[in-house]
């Protein structure tokens, strides 16, 4: 059996949506201190919509892989409707990971969380302080 699934290998080599947004609403960068990676995510909002989203990322295959598909996930999708993605969503939607690199899907989502979460804090917009992580007691993510 494959190491890696046909689709984590096509978000590899051929990542959807990569870079920056210079007038993003919301920026989100976190990272994995383990295994050095490093996430960014850029979102573009208007009317409660995500309308383009961007992503940075520094680390394996299964990271680049797991900001790509996450990026196709949440395009389109209202605020509300991207926060839902869980890590095992992007899991699901690139085929698989191997266990040991699972980090990489939680990097995913939790990149999502914090541009988001930059977008409420940069426009006022009160929140659910439990939608989003306490990275001082998270054990694989922190915010860069």
Do not use: W
């Amino acid at each position: 059996m494959a190491l890696y699934t046909e689709t984590v290998m096509d978000h590899f080599m051929n990542p959807r949506n990569v870079g920056s947004i210079d007038d993003a609403d919301g920026i989100g960068e976190v990272g994995n201190a383990k295994c050095g990676d490093i996430m960014k995510m850029y979102l573009k909002i208007e009317d409660g919509v995500i309308t383009d989203v961007k992503f940075e990322t520094f680390g394996c295959g299964s990271a680049i892989a797991s900001s790509s598909m996450a990026t196709e996930m949440i395009k389109g999708k209202t605020i509300e409707e991207a926060l839902k993605i869980t890590n095992k969503d992007v899991v699901d939607a690139l085929g698989g990971l191997p266990v040991h690199k699972l980090h990489c899907s939680v990097l995913a989502e939790e990149s999502i969380k914090a541009a988001v979460k930059a977008y409420y804090d940069r426009e006022g917009i009160e929140y659910d302080h439990t939608q989003f992580p306490d990275v001082d007691e998270c054990e694989t993510c922190r915010y860069v």
